[in-house]
């Protein structure tokens, strides 16, 4: 029979970390405080300040990688409308169009005019991106 290990959240470890802090400020002062009882309450309140100056550090780092991820989003929707903008100018009778890989192609005006269609309806597509980053 193997025995399961709970894994805590930081949120246990820190309510077990209170518990502790407050079972060592019970004995200050009391019938069980041995001389030092003050001290090792002040230990514990510190390890429980360590524990909370942490949790909120790594909730900083977490919604900064958020809106790091946001932004790269918000960067990369940019760039494909520039890139569609930039194709619909171009996109004209008698104009040549890299396709990439030393390819390229020499519109006509029905290409011409069936890449402006195709075009618009990408940047329909992509239209505008339902997210923003504000930061305070």
Sequence with gaps: MSEETEVKTPVDQLMEQVQVYASAWSLVGGLFDQGNALELAEEEKEATRDMIEDLI????????????????????????????????????????????????????????????????????????????????
């Design 57 to 136: 550090e790594q909730k900083d780092d977490h919604l900064n990688g958020i809106a790091e991820c946001v932004q790269q989003l918000i960067d990369w929707h940019g760039r494909q409308v520039e890139q569609v903008d930039t194709l619909l100018e171009h996109a004209k009778d008698g104009n040549t169009i890299a396709l990439g890989d030393d390819k390229s192609i020499t519109l006509d005006a029905a290409s011409a005019y069936g890449m402006r269609i195709g075009l618009s309806l990408a940047k329909h597509f992509l239209g505008k991106l339902p997210i923003t980053l504000s930061r305070n």
